[in-house]
């Protein structure tokens, strides 16, 4: 079945500390994104990429990064410079004709 | 003020009733999308719309493109329905959708 993967379901950041956030899809689409959910708000674009080797930052990028190495893969590193990183983190893909947005099971962070 | 606000933003109703829910953008769109997201936490698209009506099963979302306006109706709710419902526009081309805060739906029995 295709799909997108996400993983951990839960995952605990120490002060100062870089933690990643994977994100896998085998739906074959160039187009993937990374969305931050706060309770009572709705999903921010953290980053977006369009195409293998290519990423654009979105409205809340400070304090993330991200690689596209592979079309499957679009991981999301939270850094030690994201000060609230406590969040809930939803990773999407695009059909090409931009018709239906898949997402993932999410991942919610927690700082210890 | 957000480009995407929805209403209400919390939402009641008993298992039968017919259910609205609304969002008026303020920009220029290329499309609409009306998104679920379950108590879990997983999101499934609805619908995307250009213009006009589409209907799925008890779903039916309308686009009216001269107002900046849509909606989303349930009928005969249940209590599965319980959910956020969101709705988010696409500006133009490859853009990526920009959300409204969503709609909590709790369909009681």
């Known amino acids: 079945d295709g799909g997108i993967t996400q993983s951990p379901k839960y995952l605990f950041r120490k002060e100062g500390q870089n933690v990643t956030l994977s994100c896998e899809q085998n739906?074959?689409?160039?187009?993937m994104y990374w969305y931050r959910q706060d309770p009572g708000q709705g999903l921010r674009l953290i980053y977006y990429?369009?195409?293998?080797?290519?990423?654009q930052k979105g409205d809340i990028a400070e304090g993330y990064s991200v690689s596209r190495e592979k079309k499957e893969s679009f991981p999301l590193t939270v850094t030690s410079a994201q000060k609230n990183p406590t969040a809930f983190y939803l990773c999407?893909?695009?059909?090409?004709?931009?018709?239906?947005?898949?997402f993932g099971p999410g991942t919610r962070l927690l700082v210890l | 003020k957000n480009e995407v606000e929805q209403s209400p933003q919390n939402l009641t109703a008993q298992e039968g009733e017919f259910i609205t829910i609304n969002c008026s953008y303020s920009?220029?769109?290329?499309?609409l999308h009306w998104l679920q997201q379950h108590p879990g936490g997983g999101i499934v698209s609805l619908f995307m719309?250009?213009?006009g009506k589409k209907k799925h099963g008890r779903l039916i979302a309308t686009i009216n493109i001269q107002e900046k306006h849509s909606s989303l109706h349930i009928t005969a709710s249940h209590p599965r329905d319980s959910a956020v419902y969101i709705c988010?526009?696409?500006?133009?081309?490859?853009?990526?959708?920009?959300f409204g805060k969503g709609t909590r739906l709790s369909v009681i029995a």
């Open positions: 999407a893909s695009m059909t090409g004709g931009g018709e239906t947005q898949y």
């Open positions: 739906l074959n689409h160039d187009a």
């Open positions: 990429s369009q195409i293998v080797n290519d990423f």
């Open positions: 920009v220029g769109i290329s499309a």
């Open positions: 719309l250009s213009s």
């Open positions: 988010a526009v696409r500006k133009s081309g490859n853009t990526p959708l920009v």
